[in-house]
């Protein structure tokens, strides 16, 4: 398994038979990668403050997060960062932080 910024899962059978998983990039997917699990943070915090989906937990932390390590004050200033500024390897380095509140609480 290889889980960076994207996501990538290869197994060669004792026969040689290879399978794989996954290393579609973040437009298809790679739901364990960082990007991805930066990236639906942010989209479960963006879903609550429109009201969209109500979350299963309260996004306070993931939203005091994201506005620290992005430097911003709200949505509109985050969307620079997905459209104008776009560097998946930023986003993805959101994970370091959230592991770190997860290793505190």
Request: charged share 20%; aromatic share 10%.
């Amino acid at each position: 398994i290889i889980a960076g910024t994207g996501s990538n899962c290869q197994l060669i059978s004792p026969d040689l038979v290879q399978y794989g998983c996954g290393g579609w990039g973040h437009l298809i997917g790679d739901e364990g990668g960082a990007y991805s699990i930066a990236h639906r943070l942010v989209k479960s915090v963006f879903d609550d403050l429109d009201c969209l989906e109500k979350p299963v937990h309260n996004t306070d932390v993931g939203r005091n997060l994201i506005w620290k390590y992005f430097g911003v004050d709200d949505q509109m200033d985050m969307l620079q960062f997905y459209y104008t500024k776009f560097e998946k390897s930023h986003i993805a380095g959101l994970t370091a932080s959230m592991s770190q509140v997860a290793r505190e609480k």
